[in-house]
């Protein structure tokens, strides 16, 4: 079974800097894809970026990058020039690929990191 | 023209009582999915659905039962609610592995009060 460890429960980060959100994963399979989520407190589940395990270049999706370290089981969130829209739970998970086209492969979530956008 | 949509999206009910939980999804996606969000934010899987089958059924009590009448719904059924039912519970739908895209995409999510 695949476990997925966010290990900083609250972050807090002052407008336009940096934070670096962890995450790391244990599991045997080769082929999976690491995704990182965002709830706001409207609750909607927001995704923010995602990265196929086979590929070893970094996903980025504008402000958002990830450090993706396969062979660490690592998988964080750098989210740079801070703003206060990004205050939220930010959610790491892990699916594994479908064994066959058509089957469905459920998500294993982290339990969280609540990041505070402050001014 | 929202992608996944649930109603209600807030239950309040007393212990005892069946409720239904309906979604629906306008993204011609093949899979669809319950989670369970429960008051420490943790999100866990129930069930999901591929072409109205059922594939995926997590440990989760027979009082909850799912029903897919056709690929576009998933509706969640509970019967005799308890207190420990209370939670946000999530419709997700993504297209078929294989695809281009993969992703999971969710339903604003249905707060579930039992009293």
């Known amino acids: 079974a695949q476990t997925v460890t966010q290990s900083q429960p609250e972050m807090s980060v002052q407008e336009a800097e940096t934070v670096t959100l962890s995450c790391t994963y244990d599991t045997s399979e080769n082929n999976y894809y690491l995704f990182w989520y965002k709830q706001p407190p409207s609750r909607q589940m927001i995704l923010v970026i995602r990265q196929e395990a086979y590929k070893q270049q970094n996903a980025t999706e504008n402000r958002f990058s990830v450090n993706f370290q396969k062979a660490a089981k690592s998988f964080s969130l750098k989210i740079s020039d801070s703003q206060l829209g990004d205050t939220a739970m930010y959610f790491c998970a892990f699916m594994k690929h479908g064994m066959r086209t058509g089957t469905a492969s459920k998500l294993t979530f982290g339990t969280g990191t609540r990041l505070q956008v402050t001014l | 023209d929202t992608a996944v949509s649930q109603t209600p999206k807030y239950l309040v009910t007393q212990m005892g009582n069946d409720k239904s939980i309906k979604c629906e999804q306008n993204l011609g996606h093949d899979t669809m999915y319950w989670y369970k969000q429960d008051s420490k934010k943790f999100l866990k899987i129930m069930f999901s659905y591929n072409n109205k089958e059922l594939i995926i059924n997590e440990t989760v009590p027979n009082r909850f039962s799912p029903k897919s009448p056709d690929k576009a719904h998933l509706n969640l059924h509970i019967n005799s609610l308890e207190l420990g039912d209370s939670a946000v519970y999530f419709c997700?739908?993504?297209?078929?592995?294989?695809?281009?895209?993969?992703?999971?995409?969710f339903g604003p999510g249905t707060r579930l009060t039992v009293t």
């Open positions: 997700a739908s993504s297209p078929r592995q294989g695809t281009a895209t993969y992703e999971q995409y």
